[in-house]
């Protein structure tokens, strides 16, 4: 099938990529002309694992294409994505600006019916919205879709080949068969394709964002705890998480959640929550634990050392999670910030978000550095902030010897504490109670 997708950002090229590699003809359309060049040379705007591959493939071999010309993309399409941004507006609110100008440009130039499938999260009622403004344009017969993504930054490409279902909010039984119609080679083994109304799809993917936050902010304050009772968080975990009813997904303590979705999403559903008159305090309380958690590094680092003058920390980790170069609300930069603002020299290091952080970072205490072990260099202490893999099994014993200090704040409770004690580290987990208060 002919299909256009609009917006060449992390769900848009994602998604047309993919779509390519399972037979379909794809144009992935965007205003940035300088996005659309690179992507024409192969040069992709960011990091996902396996990306590059698949865009490479079906580039070459011609079902995949990148244009920004609204008027032959759409003419020549069956399927209209829109998968542009939807930030966050100063009251938490969703900016849908993006999306209805798609809209507007989509039915300025349709000449023969389609279908405009949201890609974008969107609060409830945008398919309205985007059917009210295609009508004051044309009066071509169209479709809106409510076709939320479920896509986690660094395994995307696992989870669009692969869904754990696929959510189609429709107005009509046509459209929902055109919309099988392009989802059948991806559900050939288990159909995982589920129908509803466009309100209900849309607030699924909010509402799947929210309970996942929740999960997230509910063990770190549960770690909190912990750590005042002496208790340990990741052995409450392993109890808690055989209760079939409570799994162990998303269930690990940390600095907190930071990314495109969740922050973004958790003050979308409050937003929408104050405009229908309904209070939603889990939704405040979440957000709340959040905030203060990606303090928490920052505070035992401040309690450990007592004074900060003349200290240099080694951070790991920018991107708010492993395997992207998304810096997006990431805990990182909290941290950061706070101990910048203390006078603290810092070595930072990331495997891949590094040229990004360059261009948002500029400060004469920072000292960029080529891998774990350099950044380690001379520090009092590290911090792990983003769990990427290589760091489970750095040589800690190298990394002590060229070190000042021996503080070791683990963000992400990668470490065993009794280990870390046995090579002469002192220990600061998340929600694990520590041996050492202030040197």
């Known amino acids: 099938m002919n299909l256009l997708v609009i917006g060449t950002g992390y769900v848009g090229l994602v998604t047309g990529a993919c779509l390519a590699d399972m037979g379909h003809h794809v144009i992935c359309l965007d205003i940035d002309a300088v996005k659309i060049g690179d992507l024409q040379k192969g040069i992709l705007p960011f990091y996902e694992p396996g990306l590059e591959e698949i865009v490479k493939r079906n580039t070459a071999a011609g079902r995949l294409q990148f244009s920004t010309d609204y008027q032959s993309s759409v003419q020549n399409s069956k399927v209209c994505f829109i998968a542009v941004p939807t930030p966050s507006q100063d009251d938490g609110s969703c900016d849908l600006s993006y999306v209805l ?65 696929i959510i189609l909010g429709v107005e009509s039984s046509q459209a929902a068969e055109i919309m099988k119609e392009i989802y059948t080679a991806f559900t050939l083994n288990h159909d995982r394709i589920i129908i ?178 350099h950044a380690a260099e001379g520090s009092h202490g590290i911090a792990l902030v983003t769990e990427w893999k290589q760091f489970r099994f750095a040589d800690l014993d190298k990394i002590s010897k060229s070190m000042i ?6 963000g992400r409770n990668q470490y065993k504490k009794d280990e870390m004690k046995a090579k002469g580290f002192h220990y600061f987990g998340i929600g694990i109670p520590n041996d050492f208060t202030q040197v």
Not at 405 to 410: E, L, R, S, T, V
């Open 196 to 373: 509803m109304d466009t309100a209900s799809a849309e607030m699924t993917k909010y509402v799947a964002n929210a309970m996942l936050a929740t999960r997230i902010s509910f063990m770190n304050e549960m770690a909190g705890l912990c750590e005042k009772l002496g208790a340990n968080i990741k052995q409450v975990r392993i109890g808690i998480g055989s209760d079939q009813r409570i799994g162990y997904h998303f269930l690990y303590a940390g600095a907190g959640y930071g990314g495109s979705c969740f922050p973004k999403d958790i003050r979308a559903l409050q937003a929408m929550a104050r405009e229908a008159d309904y209070e939603a305090f889990l939704l405040q309380a979440v957000d709340t634990i959040n905030d203060r958690q990606k303090t928490i590094l920052a505070k035992k680092i401040k309690t450990y050392f007592g004074t900060l003058t003349q200290k240099t920390i080694a951070i790991w980790g920018l991107s708010f999670k492993p395997d992207t170069d998304d810096l997006r609300e990431a805990p990182s930069f909290k941290l950061i910030e706070e101990l910048l603002s203390l006078g603290v020299q810092l070595r930072l290091f990331d495997p891949v978000a590094m040229s990004k952080a360059q261009k948002i970072l500029d400060h004469p205490l920072i000292t960029w550095c080529t891998d774990e072990y």
């Open 101 to 165: 100008a798609a809209a507007r440009s989509i039915a300025e130039v349709m000449d023969h019916p389609v279908v405009i499938a949201t890609k974008s999260t969107v609060p409830v009622g945008t398919a309205q919205k985007i059917r009210q403004t295609v009508e004051e344009l044309t009066q071509v017969p169209f479709d809106v879709v409510s076709n939320p993504e479920f896509l986690k930054e660094g395994a995307a490409v696992a989870d669009c080949m692969k869904p754990d279902r």
């Open 405 to 410: 200090g021996k503080a070791f704040f683990d």
